[in-house]
């Protein structure tokens, strides 16, 4: 099994908001990402984990909060967003941290904040 | 921090034309990893480079890693529709990947 799943598909949320996204992985990984994607351009790292532990930040404001329940859960909790946060999120994982190490994206979740 | 460019940025080519992408660094890279990202969907790895020098081929695929390590370029021989997408390139230095600034590709039927 090579999927990682994302929910939900699809957000919509205000700006006064607080939501979750969520994404599983059940290949045994160590490492988990979160990247956000705006149209036309590439996926830019946000998070990583390593062994349930945040690894990196890539100096994201403070209304994105990540966290790895255990090693095939990693959520993004959203709060008080703004317009231009609207992107596609998205997850990924793999075997561990390593430059070698393949990523596994999941589908992503389309977020917009009006 | 790590460049990492991609030209050309778009390519519109007829069904049967081969199309290239090159990936640009600025630095020396430990390694490549190339992505096809669909329109609407998510990047999905296609194959990895380490060594100086290297060539890999996937069917009509050939990736190809330069000698200074500074470079890669993805070679598709007779485009089908199939082939439409964004292609990424995307090197991991230690502990962060960086994605290029990938290449959309336009197949003409």
């Known amino acids: 099994d090579t999927e990682v799943t994302q929910t939900p598909k699809h957000l919509v949320m205000g700006m006064t908001n607080k939501k979750s996204l969520k994404c599983e992985q059940h290949m045994g990984h160590r490492a988990m990402y979160w990247y956000k994607q705006k149209a036309k351009k590439p996926p830019e790292l946000m998070f990583v984990?390593?062994?349930?532990?945040?690894?990196i930040n890539e100096s994201v404001p403070s209304r994105f909060s990540p966290e790895c329940p255990n090693s095939s859960l990693l959520n993004l909790h959203l709060h008080a967003l703004q317009p231009e946060d609207s992107a596609l999120y998205l997850c990924?994982?793999?075997?561990?941290?390593?430059?070698?190490?393949?990523?596994?994206f999941g589908p992503g979740t389309r977020l917009t904040v009006l | 921090g790590q460049q990492v460019m991609q030209i050309p940025q778009y390519q519109h080519v007829q069904e049967g034309e081969d199309f290239t992408t090159y990936c640009n660094s600025s630095t020396t890279l430990s390694n490549i990893q190339w992505y096809k990202q669909r329109p609407g969907g998510h990047p999905v790895f296609l194959i990895q480079l380490v060594k100086s020098g290297e060539v890999k081929k996937q069917k009509r695929l050939t990736f190809q890693f330069g000698e200074a390590k500074k470079n890669s370029s993805l070679h598709i021989t007779a485009t089908q529709t199939t082939d439409v997408g964004t292609y990424f390139c995307?090197?991991?230095?230690?502990?962060?990947?960086?994605f290029g600034t990938g290449t959309k590709l336009q197949v003409i039927p």
């Open positions: 995307n090197s991991g230095g230690y502990q962060k990947v960086t």
């Open positions: 984990y390593s062994y349930e532990k945040l690894s």
């Open positions: 990924a994982s793999s075997q561990d941290q390593g430059w070698t190490d393949t990523q596994y």
